[in-house]
């Protein structure tokens, strides 16, 4: 049995091609048809991604191979806010009057961010739940998010976890989290997928996730059991920002994920197999 967990991560990419053509391999080698088993709770459309894990046979008339389709049914219960930390986001990027800052040229005064309001309220939230994950869209935003938590805490109380950050201590903070030792992660999509995170009450969004498929996966590692609520706050930017949560948000409480597309004979990955 050959099982493809979080399978829509892989469908449309040349990942996933590889990774078909691998199977094929296989199978070839094992010299009997192997039993597939394709698990995700964001794909669509269901027959596509069907397609995608039987593959198919035969040299001159290549058929599919039959799959069954096991649709659960059953969508996941999310209790989503979008939350703005400031009176007026219209404001963003304008000077900070002089009366605010120390005196100086008119050029050099600060512009207003909306982070000084941002980091007391991620902390009030972090303090008030067991344990929290905070997405961010980039590596970058992790560390300095993370270093402006434990310095307005004047603690540790999170730590970064992404993809640059060797496995081993990856595995320690996830440890950390589950266990009770560590109160917060700042995560990129390193942790988005396929880990065991029961404990997380509260998952926070900073910025509209990449995509809708992405904001389910990530609010979704909140109360991460069967027909448990998941609790999730995404916090915009900008304006702009704004309206692409609001959008985003509706499109994850109906479940309405991106179409995934397979990709076709891409020739690179057929030349790295053959090599």
């Known amino acids: 049995t050959v099982i493809v967990d979080e399978i829509h991560a892989v469908v449309g990419t040349k990942r996933g091609a590889h990774l078909a053509l691998t199977l094929e391999r296989l199978e070839e080698r094992a010299r009997r048809p192997l039993q597939r088993i394709g698990l995700s709770a964001t794909q669509r459309p269901l027959e596509e991604v069907a397609r995608y894990l039987g593959g198919g046979e035969g040299l001159r008339a290549w058929k599919p191979r039959p799959v069954t389709i096991v649709d659960a049914g059953a969508r996941k219960v999310f209790d989503l806010r979008v939350e703005v930390p400031v009176e007026d986001m219209a404001r963003l990027?304008?000077?900070t009057p002089p009366g605010e800052t120390p005196e100086g040229p008119a050029r050099l005064l600060p512009r207003r961010s909306i982070w000084p309001a941002i980091h007391p309220r991620l902390l009030e939230l972090v303090r008030s739940h067991r344990s929290t994950?905070?997405?961010?869209?980039?590596?970058?935003?992790?560390?300095?998010?993370?270093?402006a938590l434990n310095a307005l805490a004047g603690e540790e109380i999170a730590r970064a976890h992404h993809g640059s950050i060797a496995r081993e201590q990856r595995?320690?903070?996830?440890d950390a989290l589950k266990t009770g030792r560590l109160p917060a992660l700042v995560a990129?999509?390193?942790?988005?997928?396929g880990i065991d995170m029961g404990a997380v009450d509260l998952v926070v969004q900073i910025e509209t996730p990449t995509s809708v498929a992405s904001g389910m996966q990530r609010?979704?590692?909140?109360?991460?059991?069967?027909?448990?609520?998941?609790?999730g706050i995404i916090f915009p930017k900008y304006r702009g920002d704004l309206l692409a949560s609001a959008a985003i948000t509706?499109?994850?409480k109906e479940g309405a994920v991106e179409t995934t597309r397979v990709l076709?004979?891409?020739?690179d990955v057929l030349a790295q197999q053959l090599v």
Do not use: K
Request: hydrophobic share 45%; proline share 2%; aromatic share 2%.
């Open 250 to 252: 509706q499109a994850m």
């Open 264 to 267: 076709h004979n891409p020739l």
């Open 219 to 231: 609010i979704g590692r909140a109360s991460h059991q069967v027909d448990a609520v998941s609790r």
């Open 188 to 193: 990129t999509s390193s942790l988005e997928l």
């Open 133 to 147: 994950i905070l997405f961010v869209n980039s590596r970058r935003l992790a560390e300095r998010l993370a270093t």
């Open 171 to 174: 595995l320690e903070i996830e």
């Open 93 to 95: 990027g304008e000077a």
